[in-house]
């Protein structure tokens, strides 16, 4: 078989791939089967899709690689688990977290080389696509139909995210790195699109944030600037109308199926009052102040990798809520370091509206990093953060192919215009 047939049968192969992860890991459909069938771990998902993306990882054009700044992290995050879990006393939660983490690298690193050609990438922009329209709908059918999907939170459209904050940040993250792919006049209707899907979870910090985003996307000229206001606006309408169902009566079907906390979270953004200290609440604000409590008795160190997680430290479930406080109670000072890096490797070297788009993503994450502790070890962020970096690396490609030819040009047009003013 010619190389150039074995490349045609990679490049589908790839194809096939690229459906697979986003619609699989993406969608977090691999989670919803574990939660619901209970069939398999969630790392025990990510060893098949490794060795699916062997032949991609062995064939490869010239030129077919990942930037070198992702590589690098991806060691660095690897090495810094590796010597916490060595040089801190064993446990359970230090055990389950270093495997978590390693297994997380390796599928951020392996994501990146398959979708670091560039003949695939507007390819996997569209996939991506169509999995944040399925969520889409899937947000809206559950409103309609609460007992759907069967999320972690009554009242709220989470679709296979289970989780309303995951389905809203998900959402916005595949908002941010798609919208380029729209014509100008149409970018905005799809950012309108995904503000719905946003608002049905009722998530606070997703809505904020889809606006926050849509608000940098206006300043950097990516979307109508008058369209944005509007817009903003409107959603504002709508989530006011939203609160006074209430008033209406239990007679309106929407009000029957929405949950009355859902409302008051609704409330509580509109008429700027105290926000709703529902149990969530109150566990985010207890885990944050043990995790800088904790940061503060052991700065230099931490208390090592997992300990946000063990019950017999924190006396607490769940972890710290905050990527920041994670790091910082685990791995001491360094660990603030970690996703600040992380947005760089994959964000620096882009170029053109690329560079506006990765500007935009690391306010995004930085942003939900305050609220979230699971920003790199959930595949749906990880999958982003691979496609950023190629998207940043071919940009660079690109603006410096430009740039060359457009020398060549000038290099060309020298002696001409010598010859005629001779």
Not at 161 to 171: E, F
Not at 294 to 320: A, C, H, N, Q, W
Not at 374 to 400: D, G, H, K, N, W
Request: glycine share 8%; aromatic share 14%.
């Amino acid at each position: 078989m010619a190389k150039k047939e074995i490349h045609n049968y990679l490049l589908y192969y790839q194809y096939f791939l690229i459906v697979g992860v986003i619609f699989f890991f993406f969608t977090r459909l691999d989670t919803y089967l574990v939660t619901k069938l209970f069939i398999i771990s969630p790392v025990g998902w990510i060893i098949p899709y490794i060795i699916l993306t062997i032949p991609v990882l062995i064939i490869r054009k010239k030129g077919e690689y990942p930037p070198i700044s992702i590589l690098w992290w991806c060691l660095g995050f690897f090495l810094l688990a590796f010597f916490s879990y060595s040089f801190f006393p064993p446990s359970e939660s230090s055990l389950r977290i270093f495997i978590d983490r390693s297994s997380s690298t390796l599928f951020l690193l392996v994501t990146t080389f398959l979708f670091a050609d560039r003949r695939i990438q507007n390819w996997t922009k569209y996939v991506l696509m169509s999995a944040i329209g399925m969520g889409v709908f899937n947000n809206l059918y559950h409103i309609a139909n609460p007992s759907a999907f069967g999320g972690l939170v009554e009242g709220r459209a989470v679709g296979f995210y289970l989780d309303p904050n995951d389905c809203a940040n998900a959402l916005i993250l595949g908002m941010i790195l798609t919208v380029e792919m729209l014509p100008k006049k149409l970018r905005f209707l799809w950012v309108v699109i995904v503000g719905l899907g946003v608002i049905s979870t009722f998530s606070r910090g997703g809505i904020l944030a889809w606006v926050v985003v849509v608000m940098m996307m206006s300043i950097t000229r990516i979307v109508s600037l008058q369209k944005s206001l509007l817009w903003v606006v409107g959603i504002g309408l709508i989530l006011f109308f939203a609160t006074q169902l209430g008033s209406i009566g239990d007679s309106v079907n929407i009000h029957n199926q929405l949950d009355s906390i859902a409302l008051q979270r609704v409330e509580s953004m509109i008429d700027g009052g105290d926000v709703v200290e529902d149990e969530s609440t109150i566990e985010r604000k207890a885990v944050a102040e043990k995790g800088w409590e904790m940061f503060l008795e052991r700065p230099i160190f931490g208390y090592g990798i997992g300990s946000t997680f063990d019950y017999s430290i924190t006396k607490f479930s769940v972890s710290t809520h905050n990527m920041f406080l994670l790091y910082a109670a685990e791995y001491g000072i360094v660990g603030i370091l970690i996703l600040p890096l992380a947005t760089y490797a994959v964000t620096h070297r882009a170029r053109g509206e690329t560079r506006k788009i990765g500007i935009i993503f690391t306010i995004f994450i930085l942003f939900v990093s305050l609220f979230s502790h699971t920003v790199l070890s959930l595949l749906y962020y990880l999958i982003p953060f691979a496609l950023m970096a190629v998207m940043s690396e071919s940009s660079r490609q690109i603006c410096s192919q430009q740039a060359l030819n457009n020398f060549k040009k000038d290099q060309t047009a020298i002696p001409t215009n010598r010859v005629v003013r001779g």
